[in-house]
Nanobody, 121 residues
């Protein structure tokens, strides 16, 4: 699976952004798709995952972010609302073959290049 993330940018606190990740590869529909983020000087952290009909979110984004996928278009999206300055990071989409709704960075074998989200206060 090859992944291409897009949609990052600069937004004021309280605003919204929608990230998209285009995937190529015949196994997309059978893959768990996740979003992670990495702020400067910090480790990469889990944001959200969608696997089959199940979703899972980090506590810090629950109620504000929503992950979705389109298996026809081979895309996965992350709608981010009520953004906060602490959401500022490079956001990465990731894929893992088979079902998985966990949070482990090490569980994902395929990664996109990242897209920068900057939230100003």
């Amino acid at each position: 699976v090859q992944l291409q993330a897009s949609g990052g940018g600069l937004v004021q606190a309280g605003g919204s952004l929608r990230l998209s990740c285009a995937a190529s590869g015949r196994t997309f529909s059978n893959s768990a798709m996740g979003w992670f983020r990495q702020a400067p000087g910090k480790d990469r952290e889990f944001v959200a995952v969608i696997s089959g009909g199940a979703t899972n979110y980090a506590d810090s984004v629950k109620g504000r972010f929503a992950i979705s996928r389109d298996n026809v278009k081979n895309t996965v999206s992350l709608q981010m609302n009520s953004l906060k300055p602490e959401d500022t990071a490079v956001y990465y989409c990731a894929a893992r073959a088979g079902s998985y709704s966990g949070t482990g960075v090490e569980k994902y074998g395929y990664w996109g290049q990242g897209t920068l989200v900057t939230v100003s206060s």
